[in-house]
């Protein structure tokens, strides 16, 4: 236990309670951007061993039997108030938010809706627009998901051309028709609908593949059941129409990580109506969600101001600020490349990090953010890193690398609180 | 969507050194689920080579062809349809539609392909139908020299059937539609 040095709000009582959130003060509602300051004066936080016994404690059960604290309880009718009133604030809502989502209240759906810009702030519209673009994904559904011998079948029978039935009587040679200009099957132009329903079949594939892959381990996406397969169907409906949609970037081999949480949260809906359309919201939430980190994915500007290296980059100097010592060690001393670990954290939005129940709480907080997740994220992953400091000052390159790449469960209030610190102490 | 690819009749070598270019760029993998081989091929090489478009190939024997194994009937079942495979030089009198249909009842199918006289024929009779792919190649048959290179490709979607012709004629290539469906599946009393 450091008992020398420790910043007081390491060494807070808090960690011992049984609360899981605590009432810190407001934070600013505009933040500026992390300033390029000189490292500040004071000493960079010491050991962060003081509160790890509380990571040592059963990390938070997954399902949703948080005590009802006064305080835990308190917010949640805060936020509720929020969500009832006609007209949303929405930075008053974004700051609740970022506090933590409570599990029981079974209003994430609405909340991170709302976050994403997908509902306006006002209730009124909300029917209006949700309609709007349902129907509109619908039209994707049709014009996307139809294999070329369906388009040709539709066409026709919208022609009113009569086929020739197999068993009406008469014998004689079959006529022939023309076909409009190179649609066949082999066709190799450009416009060909058969041409581009090929090309986009190794597309289809890696999306199937990934589908089938993403959390083996939770009944809702992966099994036998009809749910199961029901929503492995939806996600890839969403990921095919995305790739089509989007030429430039396609599918990208995560992008099943990104969306898996919004899809789960929504289908996961008291309300049985917003249940239903789960999929249709969903997409049009993750093109928001991707429409940040589209850049990350996009491989021709790994290298530049605004890809995956240099948001790398923005993390590794942000580590060096706040905590130079385990900056030097782990860049210079072990040598361990922030690539090597903070790709995965930074891509996918750590959800291949912590258990599904922790990224949903993480996710919170990052959607909260009025200018995107990424600052946010930045943050986290700097207090993911200073949180096992001590680990990592003890350790070499293997055992450096094999822990950051398997990060150890922890208490996930804690790690935003420390986030959150981070921020507050970066301002100055 | 099953995509069906009927071809035959290439004799390569002894007749023809090869398929036509522009259908060979046509005909990549990928694509085709199954290949109807009317037969005479002749060699190895052409079976391998029709093997790396689709690993489900069936090959009906022709008169000219090296491997003796290749049966002289084929029936296989695709989707809705049943489909019969004969190289045709057993049907006498060659090419007779008569001849041919009494085969298709014989082998019950819906849908027969044969070859050997290396026209492309479309045909429909009360049992069902029967389609002709032609030579591949062009090479010249026991009845004419006059053959244009041909090949059919069916996309068998639910009931119905989409037949696609592929010509090559004066150097460039025509394609035609032949479009028929079956009513739903009756049980054959016979």
New interface residues.
Partial sequence: MGKKGVPEWLNSSLWSSSSARLRHPVSPPTRPPIPESPPPPRPPPAPAEAPRPSSGTPPEDPSPAQEESPARFAYGCRIRVQLSKKVVNIGELRRLASQGIPDAAGIRSTIWKLLLGYLPNDHEFWVQELDRKRAQYKDFKEEFLV????M??KL?ESTG?K?????S???????????AH?E?????GKTSVWNQF?QD?EIIEQIDRDVKRTHPDMHFFCGDTSLAKSNQEALRHILIIFAKLNPGIRYVQGMNEVLAPLFYVFRNDPDQNNAAYAEADAFFCFVELLSGFRDNFCQKLDNSVVGIRSTIAKLSELLKKHDGELWRHLEITTKVNPQFYAFRWITLLLTQEFNFADSLHIWDTLLSDPEGPQETLLRVCCAMLILVRRRLLAGDFTSNLKLLQNYPSTNISHLLYVANKLHGASAG | ?V?VLAIGDLHIPHRAPDLPAKFK????P??IQHILCTGNLCIKEVHDYLKSLCPDLHIARGEYDEDARYPENKTLTIGQFKLGLCHGHQIIPWGD?DSLAMLQRQLDV?ILVTGHTHQF??????A??VINPGSATGAYSSITYDVNPSFV?M?I?GL?V?V???ELIDGEVK?????????ANTQSAH
């Fill in positions: 294999n070329p011998s369906e040709a079948r026709e051309h086929n020739e039935g197999m068993e009587g008469g014998c004689g040679f079959m006529m022939r028709s023309e076909i190179d066949h099957p082999l066709s190799l090929f079949t | 969507m995509l760029s046509m005909l990549v990928g694509k539609l819906d024929k479309a045909y429909k009779h009360e069902g139908v490709l996309d979607d119905r989409v696609y012709v592929y394609v035609d539609k032949i479009d028929f469906k079956k009513t």
